[in-house]
């Protein structure tokens, strides 16, 4: 592992863990087992690191989800989506979604973070609509939309009232509507 791969997987479990703004150089330098220096010489920037941790979380995140839902027979793949972020959520490190974490510290739409949380968003929709094509869903793209909401709605509900097997359940049970267009 080189000297910057080492400095990214330390800064993203610290950002993921406190906070993007409330990690300060010192402590991602300590963290990485490097000095203040070493680290400015791999990324002239905070800025700059954080830009790397989130591709390494985007890398690390869609790697996770494909080996859960690839397991399970295309039909049931949105369903295995939703296994998989019931399984995350109850993780002892859940801290969130480094992604929205990450668009709320840097709201404004123009920030880098806030453009890469966006793009792993759409990628995540794009895979999305992947799956639901492979389950013969009537509306691979509206599929796609309503298990993203779900899914994100699980994440944020976690984070912030802890675990409630109820809601992933009720999230599960929703996988049977999905595609449907209510207006036919």
Same mark, same amino acid.
């Given at each position: 592992?080189?000297?910057?791969?080492?400095? /990214?997987?330390? %800064?993203?479990?610290?950002?993921?863990?406190?906070?993007?703004?409330? /990690?300060?150089?010192?402590?991602?330098?300590?963290?990485?087992?490097? /000095?203040?220096k070493?680290?400015?010489?791999?990324?002239?920037?905070?800025?700059?690191?954080?830009?790397?941790?989130?591709?390494?979380?985007?890398?690390?995140?869609?790697?996770?989800?494909?080996?859960?839902?690839?397991?399970?027979?295309?039909?049931?793949?949105?369903? %295995?989506?939703?296994?998989?972020?019931g399984?995350?959520?109850?993780?002892?490190?859940?801290?969130?979604?480094?992604?929205?974490?990450?668009?709320?510290?840097?709201?404004s739409? /123009? #920030?880098?973070p806030?453009?890469?949380?966006?793009?792993?968003?759409?990628a995540?929709?794009?895979y999305?609509?992947?799956?639901?094509?492979? %389950?013969?869903?009537?509306?691979?793209?509206?599929?796609?939309?309503?298990?993203?909401?779900?899914?994100e709605?699980?994440?944020?509900?976690?984070?912030v009232?802890g675990?409630?097997?109820?809601?992933? %359940?009720?999230?599960?049970?929703?996988?049977? #509507?999905?595609?449907?267009?209510?207006?036919?």
């Open positions: 592992m080189s000297t910057s791969d080492a400095i /990214t997987g330390s %800064a993203l479990r610290l950002f993921y863990r406190q906070g993007f703004h409330a /990690t300060g150089v010192e402590q991602l330098s300590q963290e990485a087992g490097v /000095t203040k070493t680290l400015y010489r791999h990324f002239p920037s905070k800025e700059h690191l954080v830009e790397a941790a989130l591709a390494l979380r985007h890398n690390e995140f869609m790697a996770k989800v494909n080996a859960a839902v690839e397991q399970a027979p295309p039909a049931l793949r949105p369903e %295995a989506y939703l296994d998989f972020i399984a995350w959520v109850q993780e002892p490190d859940f801290h969130g979604c480094a992604f929205i974490n990450a668009s709320a510290e840097y709201a739409l /123009t #920030l880098a806030h453009i890469l949380a966006k793009r792993h968003k759409q995540l929709v794009a999305l609509e992947q799956i639901c094509a492979q %389950a013969h869903l009537n509306n691979p793209r509206l599929a796609a939309m309503q298990l993203l909401l779900i899914g709605g699980l994440i944020v509900s976690s984070q009232n675990v409630c097997r109820e809601l992933i %359940a009720a999230g599960k049970e929703m996988v049977g #509507l999905l595609g449907c267009d209510p207006k036919q």
